[in-house]
Nanobody
Framework: QVQLVESGGGSVQAGGSLRLSCALSGITFDESSFGWYRQTPGNQREAVATIRTNGESIYTDSVKGRFTVSGDNAQNTIELQMNSLQPEDTAVYYC?????????????WGKGTLVTVSS
């Protein structure tokens, strides 16, 4: 059974840092694209930081220079280091792994972790 479990969310003041972690079981992120998305009430889920199958990191403009996505093969986890957090970063953050079979993508999602940034 595939499970993605996020942790590390919480409340922080503007300018602070948090590190999110996503523990994978039943799946690895080898030969996959993976990363983090976020969603606020009434809005679509948006990609925040992802790593493509070729190893290229992609960040949404608003987090460039502040967030860093990484994968730990030994621990089978996906991490998101978030620095200089701003109130607009407040959202539920989801980790995601996309596996490809014969070129067909299949998405796996965690249940999310809430990040709240106060001014």
């Amino acid at each position: 059974q595939v499970q993605l479990v996020e942790s590390g969310g919480g409340s922080v003041q503007a300018g602070g840092s948090l590190r999110l972690s996503c523990a994978l079981s039943g799946i690895t992120f080898d030969e996959s694209s993976f990363g983090w998305y976020r969603q606020t009430p009434g809005n679509q889920r948006e990609a925040v930081a992802t790593i493509r199958t070729n190893g290229e990191s992609i960040y949404t403009d608003s987090v460039k220079g502040r967030f860093t996505v990484s994968g730990d093969n030994a621990q089978n986890t996906i991490e998101l280091q978030m620095n200089s957090l701003q109130p607009e970063d407040t959202a539920v953050y989801y980790c995601n792994v996309v596996k490809y079979s014969f070129g067909i993508p299949r998405d796996y999602w965690g249940k999310g972790t809430l990040v709240t940034v106060s001014s």
